[in-house]
């Protein structure tokens, strides 16, 4: 299995090795992947974090080699604002929050190879944070509109929102909220938790379909049409723009 980082801002992974395929998640600037199978102009890729697989435009990533990915992947760094601009031949480059700059040497340069070579003067969050981070961090998503398999600050779903702040907090979360639904310690009463931690949200046939960071004064901060704040009891979320439920609550859970 050839070893490649993402070279462009932000790249669709989709089902299918087709532009018209579902896109099942995202690929941001710097992130590490497995290519596991070629189809002409398509990789299929196993996303190095989560595992996460999927179909990808071969232009979108850069191979490397096993000591680079190895190198990479021993300290990471991210984008920690909502939207930032690299500084690539001199032209900018755009990149969003959770982005991951790897090795800056001191001209503060990030160099995927000698002909690619990013100039990095922007704001970085690296290492183990403190919970109090954890809402900083989501807070930057707000207003954010909601896309299915988004993970930036242009589109981005439930459980989109949930792994990227947990990972720039430097926790590993899977990416499917069924998932994340697995991890951590339950918590039996809203009045227990702290914010920060995770309420998920169960369908008509009990499957585990929505997640979101709760908040203090029973509110909780979700992707649900945007990232938007709503209230929270034991019923679900209340949503009082339409003045009703909108998601019937399953389990809450402390992450750390």
Request: with cysteine.
């Amino acid at each position: 299995m050839s070893k490649s980082i993402c070279q462009v801002s932000v790249a669709p992974v989709r089902k299918e090795p087709s532009d018209a395929s579902e896109m099942v998640t995202q690929l941001l600037f710097g992130e590490l992947c497995e290519i596991t199978e070629v189809k002409k102009n398509w990789v299929k890729i196993k996303i190095a974090f989560d595992g996460y697989e999927g179909w990808m435009d071969s232009k979108q990533v850069l191979i490397i080699s096993d000591i680079e990915f190895a190198n990479f992947s021993q300290k990471v760094s991210f984008i920690s604002e909502p939207f930032s601009l690299l500084v690539s031949n001199d032209l900018p480059f755009p990149v969003t929050i959770g982005a991951e700059i790897h090795h800056l040497d001191e001209k503060n340069i990030f160099e995927l190879t000698p002909n690619n070579q990013f100039l990095v003067d922007e704001n970085l969050i690296t290492g183990k944070q403190d919970k109090s981070r954890i809402l900083e961090l989501a807070f930057k998503y707000i207003n954010t509109p909601y896309l299915w398999g988004g993970k930036t600050t242009y589109g981005i779903d439930c459980s989109g929102l949930v792994q990227m702040v947990y990972k720039m907090a430097g926790y590993k979360l899977p990416r499917d909220t069924y998932q994340q639904a697995e991890v951590g310690e339950v918590l039996s009463f809203i009045e227990e938790a702290e914010p920060g931690d995770l309420a998920f949200f169960e369908n008509q046939e009990g499957k585990i379909v929505h997640v979101g960071f709760i908040l203090s004064n029973q509110k909780i901060l979700h992707a649900h049409g945007k990232v938007r704040i709503d209230n929270l009891d034991y019923t679900g979320i209340f949503n009082s723009d339409i003045n009703r439920y909108t998601h019937q609550l399953r389990i809450m859970r402390r992450i750390f």
